[in-house]
């Protein structure tokens, strides 16, 4: 059986950093000791690297099937892989979008075909679906999406008794993307009023408001403490929100967790000026006192999860005027890098990076032996230096729209090594084409 050695390497892992080896076996993390030595193993000497857990995404688009000019699971993936992302949970508002059992299993094979990472695909709660998510396998089903807020793709949750009857009848994860469709409405007649179609787009966090934000998630909160439904509220991007949040139980107890996503940790509404549509997100990038709440939540454990919320769209598409240029931005290869960044800064302890992008989205979502550093775990595995500055650039871009948000930015960290199930699947710039990744099964 194939075995390869990985040596001296500095492992973070369940809150703590220390030397150790570590051997893979086939898939398989088999041993992790002080000085391994094995004859028969290849030996990847990483003296000067922090091991992680592979990371896992439980938010990104890759956007196929029907989006695929924007980027599509062979890209993205291999993006993701580039960026030590070893698993991700792809939303559901693809063309067809993914609300039948049998385009979810079109999608799983569209995975086992293309994808380079591990995968696992979300059902998408539609008004008229709910025969269908009472069908769902919780053991082969990551969770279910709600879009309670508009966003690409059309998909709103908006009739209540629809809502009501979901949060009742699933076991599953409900992961719900909160805005306000009211206030949002409101807010862009106003501006349309003053600015015509071309409002600037320094406007997009005061007509997708504050108030739009916590309405929807502060509604979401209350009907799942009424109804006992299990729900994660995503892409938090408000201060206001974080008081609605608990840190007071273990989150594997907890039954409303919420997520962050880089770009509303790392960007604010000072931004709009120089990035413009690069940082329209859905919910927007807010004011850098949201930031800084957002930031203490994290650290806090009110927020439980980091995620990139990947949604890739064309330059093009991106240069057209507020109203027609679409929402989102690809993440997903430089996530690693932007939060170790902060963990330099002092911000982010790496075990506490670990600990929000590996160790809870396997609680969370119940993932079978994924998220950490132990033996007999796969081994998804990540390996990165804090001292090889790089600076983002359209070379270096994998993503099949070729920008980033983060073009011009200076990173102190490098992703070196990323192995995908006991496989090296991107070596110092190089990605394998052989693709070694698994559907992701849930341990319920
Ligand atoms: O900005 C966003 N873009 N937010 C979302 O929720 C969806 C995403 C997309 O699919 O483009």
């Known amino acids: 059986m194939k075995r390869t050695l ?52 439980d938010q990104v688009h890759f956007r196929e099937p029907g989006l695929t000019h924007k980027g599509d699971i062979r890209s993205e993936s291999r993006a993701a892989v ?3 992302v070893t698993s991700f949970m792809e939303q559901p508002n693809t063309k067809p979008q993914t609300t039948t059992i049998e385009r979810l299993e079109e999608k799983f094979a569209m995975g086992a075909r293309s994808s380079f990472a591990n995968y696992a695909f979300p059902f998408g709660g539609t008004n008229d679906n709910l025969e269908e998510i009472k069908r769902l396998d919780p053991r082969a089903t990551s969770n279910i999406k709600l879009f309670l807020g508009s966003s690409t793709g059309d998909m709103l949750v908006d009739d209540q008794q629809v809502l009501e009857r979901i949060f009742r009848s699933t076991p599953l994860v ?10 949002i409405r409101a807010n862009t007649e106003r501006f349309k009023a003053e600015y015509g179609t071309d409002i600037p787009m320094h406007l997009h966090p005061i007509i997708r408001s504050a108030e739009a934000c916590y309405l929807s998630s502060s509604r979401a909160i209350a009907l799942a403490e009424e109804t006992g439904a299990r729900l994660h509220v995503f892409h938090l991007s408000t201060g206001v929100e974080t008081s609605l949040l608990r840190n007071d139980i273990p989150l594997a107890e907890k039954k409303i967790t919420a997520e962050a996503c880089v770009h509303h940790l790392w960007f604010s509404d000072a931004d709009y000026q120089d990035k413009g549509s690069r940082i329209k997100w859905n919910p927007a ?48 290869q430089h996530v690693l890098p932007a939060l170790l960044e902060k963990h330099l800064d002092g911000v982010l302890p790496v075990e506490r990076l670990v600990e929000k992008m590996c160790h809870n989205p396997a609680i969370l979502f119940d993932i079978d032996r994924r998220g950490y550093l132990r033996e007999g775990y796969y081994a998804d595995l990540v390996a990165v230096r804090t001292d090889l500055p790089w600076t983002v650039e359209p070379a270096n871009i994998l993503y099949k729209c070729g920008w980033s948000p983060f073009e011009g930015q200076r990173f102190r960290s490098r992703v070196m090594h990323t192995f995908v199930n006991g496989h090296l699947a991107y070596s110092q710039g190089t990605l394998s084409d052989e693709s070694h990744a698994m559907r992701l099964e849930f341990d319920r």
């Open 6 to 57: 990985l040596k001296n390497a500095l492992l973070v892992n369940e809150g703590r950093t220390e030397a150790a080896d570590l051997l893979i076996e086939d898939r398989f993390i088999s041993r992790i000791d002080r000085d391994i030595s094995d004859p028969g193993a290849m030996v990847l000497d990483l003296e000067g690297h922090y091991l992680l857990p592979g990371l896992i995404d």
């Open 82 to 84: 580039a960026g030590g």
């Open 174 to 183: 409900i992961c719900a993307h909160c805005e306000d469709e009211q206030t």
């Open 285 to 332: 990038v807010k004011t850098a006192e949201d930031r800084s709440a957002l930031w203490e939540a994290v650290l806090d454990d009110r927020i439980d999860v980091l995620a990139t919320d990947h949604a890739p769209h064309t330059l093009e598409e991106k240069a057209n005027p507020y109203l027609e240029c679409p929402s989102g931005g690809p993440l997903v």
